[in-house]
């Protein structure tokens, strides 16, 4: 089993950044991936950003490219998401989540990919 927590989110004015964490704990040994998706209310689930290890690798959706970045931490078993220059648009539930197999960011974007989720955490930027 793997647990999830995502953390960092709040209110800001655009223009302005914020930096999600999502904490991983249990068979993290496992993973071959992390990624981020947000969901806006009456929208569907989006991809926004993965990362990959062994080999590594990150991937952005185009609607954050140049914006947003995801990191890791391997000593902490964290994931970030540094996300730079918010727009009202970016307003969402982001949730993280961990594939156990990852062959290649392609396939990144697809939610089936991951294994575990995150609950979630709220992101609101005002305009």
């Known amino acids: 089993q793997v647990q999830l927590v995502e953390s960092g989110g709040g209110l800001v004015q655009a223009g302005g950044s914020l930096r999600l964490s999502c904490a991983a704990s249990g068979r993290t040994a496992s993973s071959y991936g992390m990624g981020w998706f947000r969901q806006a209310p009456g929208k569907e689930r989006e991809f926004v950003a993965a990362i990959k290890w062994n080999p590594g690798g990150t991937y952005y959706a185009d609607s954050v490219k140049g914006r947003f970045t995801i990191s890791r931490d391997n000593a902490r078993n964290t994931v970030y998401l540094q996300m730079n220059s918010l727009k009202a648009e970016d307003t969402a539930v982001y949730y993280c989540?961990?594939?156990?197999?990852?062959?290649?960011?392609?396939?990144?974007?697809?939610?089936?990919?991951?294994?575990?989720w995150g609950q979630g955490t709220q992101a609101t930027v005002s305009s």
């Open positions: 989540a961990m594939a156990f197999r990852l062959p290649s960011l392609i396939i990144a974007p697809n939610p089936t990919s991951y294994n575990y």
